[in-house]
């Protein structure tokens, strides 16, 4: 409505006194990296608006042009060994205290008031701007002068993006499926009308970061989303979190202090997992350390967008990777695990300076070692972030095709189910994967009245597969002998692990009881040739 007809011709041009509306779609330009001169031009909807003082502005421009976003500061690895030994005589000092529990420092403090009034009389606006399209962890505060033109379909301006943000109406079958997928909407036909406004209530207190960034383990890091820290505004830019209790304040001073007298050098439970001198990881049980597991929880947070958060951590237990140097352990990431659960994996997250180093994958190796120790076969909770998709995909693309890729097994369609039988994986998460590769289809199955899913297997496709690199190995891979854990309420005995090669077991891919009945039509069996060419196309239809 806002934009005006003329002549048939949509006026989308902006005047330099034109108000900005929020909820409107606008292109704007963007710097390919903060340091670059390069820019494109992208559709973004304004989502809040706020007015901001000089000090404020000039602070923002600061932020804005920093790389890259995860940097060491405030003090380096030596520092904080340093800081370590004095944390040592600042903990005999006070091992007269009664507290031996971690806790919050937020409540003993009044939110400082500096930055309250505005240093000048001029107020600039800026704001906050979610890419079409994009994941959320993208959404920033920009100013005035980036806008370009009002948009008139974000989603033509914006074609390399996903559907995701396309209004409902105008959404296929399909769209809505993956809308509802991305947005990790749960679909609830009988939705009372109380609950859907406390849910949009709930995405409107949430849609703006609250915490620009977290100061831990001797990084910045910029922060993703919105986490329910008991900050009431958007002025506490940075976060400082204790790299040992988590205890977290607004105040550097006040972390310095805590700094000092803080007695813990390692998460609060039992180590599980040893790799070389400097990687650990920890299982803390939830309902015995509720202080640490909820801070570490809304630490969490900061990077997750689509999970409820659980303060109610007593049915939870938490896997905690560390950093271990001489000065203690310090939390790389994390997975969480909900005691009674189908699911081998609540959340994971892995804080961003240690991302993309092979940790996510072997957390979910760990994850699924756990519950095959137990006697089940796990999944993780659904639905799975963009990042946790491609993680997943990697790991499971691994699994399947280490064990598929030896001479021994036979290889021929078969249902999904057969081929989770055998990897150790969820057949639905086994359906996913390979209808990612168009490596599946799916049948009417007259006799269930449901569908089956078969799996195209044959040894040209696999090639295919290992020369397009989807089934990299872990760059960390578990060494399951250094995992020292013994399941305290196991499901079942032991599941074989598939990838353990007696010496005499014969690998086949299918389970003779579970092979199709009519006799699945084969397509390319084991002794295809080599792929040519010509047959590429084969294993990436
Ligand atoms: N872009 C593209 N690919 C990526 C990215 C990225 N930003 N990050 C990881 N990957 C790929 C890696 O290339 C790797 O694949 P490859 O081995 O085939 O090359 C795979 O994902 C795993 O990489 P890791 O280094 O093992 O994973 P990482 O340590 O980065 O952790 C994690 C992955 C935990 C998902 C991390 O990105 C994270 O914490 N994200 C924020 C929180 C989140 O989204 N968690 C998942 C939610 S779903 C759930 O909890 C059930
Ligand atoms: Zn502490």
């Known amino acids: 409505e806002e934009m005006k007809k003329r002549g048939g011709q949509v006026v989308l041009s902006l005047q330099m006194g034109d108000d900005l509306i929020e909820g409107e779609y606008y292109m704007i330009k963007k710097r390919t990296t903060p340091t670059d001169s390069t820019e494109i031009k992208l559709a973004v909807q304004i989502i809040a608006i706020k007015e901001v003082s000089d000090r404020k502005l000039e602070q923002h421009r600061m932020d804005a042009t920093r790389e890259p976003p995860e940097k060491r500061l405030r003090f380096d690895r030596e520092l904080s060994q340093d800081e370590t030994k004095s944390n040592v005589s600042a903990a005999s000092q006070a091992e007269s205290r009664s507290e031996s529990q971690p806790k919050s420092i937020e409540s003993s403090k009044e939110p400082s008031d500096k930055s309250q009034t505005p240093s000048s009389d001029k107020v600039h606006k800026l704001y906050y701007v979610h890419y079409y399209g994009y994941d959320r962890r993208l959404d920033e505060w920009i100013e005035r002068d980036r806008f370009i033109e009002r948009c008139a379909d974000p989603a033509i301006a914006n074609p390399f993006a996903s559907k995701m943000d396309k209004k409902d109406g105008a959404k296929t079958r399909a769209q809505t499926r993956i809308h509802v997928e991305f947005h990790h909407l749960q679909v609830d036909s009988h939705q009372d009308a109380t609950t859907a406004r406390l849910e949009k209530e709930h995405e409107e207190r949430t849609k703006v970061r609250n915490i620009e960034s977290v100061v831990m383990n001797g990084y910045e890091m910029n922060t993703w989303y919105f986490s329910p820290y008991p900050y009431k505004d958007t002025e506490h830019?940075?976060?400082?979190?204790?790299?040992?209790?988590?205890?977290?304040?607004?105040?550097?001073?006040?972390?310095?202090?805590?700094?000092?007298?803080?007695?813990?050098?390692?998460?609060?439970?039992?180590?599980?997992?040893?790799?070389?001198?400097?990687?650990?990881?920890?299982?803390?049980?939830?309902?015995?350390?509720?202080?640490?597991?909820?801070?570490?929880?809304?630490?969490?947070?900061?990077?997750?967008?689509?999970?409820?958060?659980?303060?109610?951590?007593?049915?939870?237990?938490?896997?905690?990777?560390?950093?271990?140097?001489?000065?203690?352990?310090?939390?790389?990431?994390?997975?969480?695990?909900?005691?009674?659960?189908?699911?081998?994996?609540?959340?994971?997250?892995?804080?961003?300076?240690?991302?993309?180093?092979?940790?996510?994958?072997?957390?979910?190796?760990?994850?699924?070692?756990?519950?095959?120790?137990?006697?089940?076969?796990?999944?993780?909770?659904?639905?799975?972030?963009?990042?946790?998709?491609?993680?997943?995909?990697?790991?499971?693309?691994?699994?399947?095709?280490?064990?598929?890729?030896?001479?021994?097994?036979?290889?021929?369609?078969?249902?999904?189910?057969?081929?989770?039988?055998?990897?150790?994986?969820?057949?639905?998460?086994?359906?996913?994967?390979?209808?990612?590769?168009?490596?599946?289809?799916?049948?009417?199955?007259?006799?269930?009245?449901?569908?089956?899913?078969?799996?195209?297997?044959?040894r040209a496709a696999i090639i295919q597969c290992k020369v397009m690199g989807i089934a990299k190995p872990p760059f960390l891979m578990l060494k399951k002998e250094n995992l020292k854990w013994m399941p305290r309420n196991a499901r079942g005995p032991p599941l074989p692990d598939p990838l353990d090669d007696a010496p005499n077991r014969v690998r086949i891919a299918i389970p003779p009881h579970m092979k199709r009945p009519n006799g699945a039509a084969k397509e390319g069996g084991e002794n295809e040739p080599p792929p040519t060419v010509k047959r590429k196309r084969t294993a990436e239809q």
Request: aromatic residues 12%.
């Open 237 to 458: 830019t940075a976060l400082f979190v204790c790299d040992f209790c988590l205890v977290y304040t607004d105040c550097e001073t006040e972390m310095k202090l805590h700094r000092s007298v803080c007695q813990y050098f390692e998460p609060p439970g039992d180590e599980i997992y040893r790799d070389g001198p400097n990687l650990a990881m920890y299982e803390v049980i939830g309902k015995h350390n509720k202080t640490y597991c909820q801070a570490l929880c809304l630490l969490s947070k900061l990077f997750l967008d689509h999970k409820t958060l659980y303060f109610d951590v007593d049915t939870f237990i938490f896997y905690i990777l560390c950093e271990v140097t001489s000065s203690g352990a310090r939390v790389m990431g994390h997975f969480s695990k909900e005691i009674t659960s189908d699911n081998n994996l609540a959340c994971i997250m892995i804080l961003p300076p240690y991302q993309r180093k092979g940790y996510g994958k072997l957390l979910i190796q760990i994850s699924y070692e756990l519950s095959r120790r137990e006697g089940w076969v796990g999944t993780p909770e659904k639905p799975l972030s963009d990042l946790g998709k491609v993680s997943y995909r990697s790991y499971w693309w691994w699994r399947i095709l280490e064990y598929l890729d030896d001479e021994r097994v036979i290889l021929e369609d078969a249902p999904c189910a057969a081929l989770a039988a055998v990897t150790g994986i969820e057949t639905e998460d086994i359906k996913h994967t390979m209808l990612a590769m168009n490596m599946c289809t799916i049948h009417r199955d007259d006799l269930n009245q449901g569908q089956e899913c078969i799996v195209r297997l044959s």
